[in-house]
């Protein structure tokens, strides 16, 4: 990206993102400084190391890894796509809502769930802070037990298609 404007842009985005991010991370510090480590169900490790901010009020994971033996699952960017003709909705949230479904679906084709997955990339068209704020809200709702995985956010002017607004990929773990 050499576009000085681009940089720029996501340079006050980061900083904003990570301003906002600092007034949570103050509420919630553990008494200790040591790496917080949690495990779900599926023994995936989730690392959110205490010297930096905790990145759990948005959604996502510094890092994820297993300690299984198994095999990695890579999935393909899924779109807001409603049906057999990936109709697609002009609504931001309602194209969240069905990429996060499709997701989940691919993922049930080999019986795993989102807490199976390690990390996702998410694409978002035109993005800003509501739209940010609507993409963490769906997040919350597909992970409930808010063991999210490693996570990238990136920025795009557009997707593969005119009407697409949202697109995530994953890598999950399947154990043997």
Known sequence: MNNPKSTLYLTKCILTLSLFTLSFSSCKQ???NHIKTQ?????IIHKNPKTIFDPTPFAFAHATSTPDHGSYVFISGQSGGEDLKHS?????RTQVQFALRNLETVLKEYDLKPDDVLKI????VDHNQEKLAIWTEEMHKTWKNN???ASTLIPVPRLALDD???E???VAFMKN
């Not at 495990?39 to 023994?43: A, D, G, L, T």
């Open 30 to 32: 553990n008494e200790d």
């Open 39 to 43: 495990k779900n169900m599926s023994n």
């Open 88 to 92: 697609l909705s002009k609504d931001f």
């Open 121 to 124: 990339t998410v694409l978002i």
């Open 147 to 149: 063991q999210f995985p």
């Open 164 to 166: 697409m607004l949202v």
């Open 168 to 170: 995530v990929d994953a």
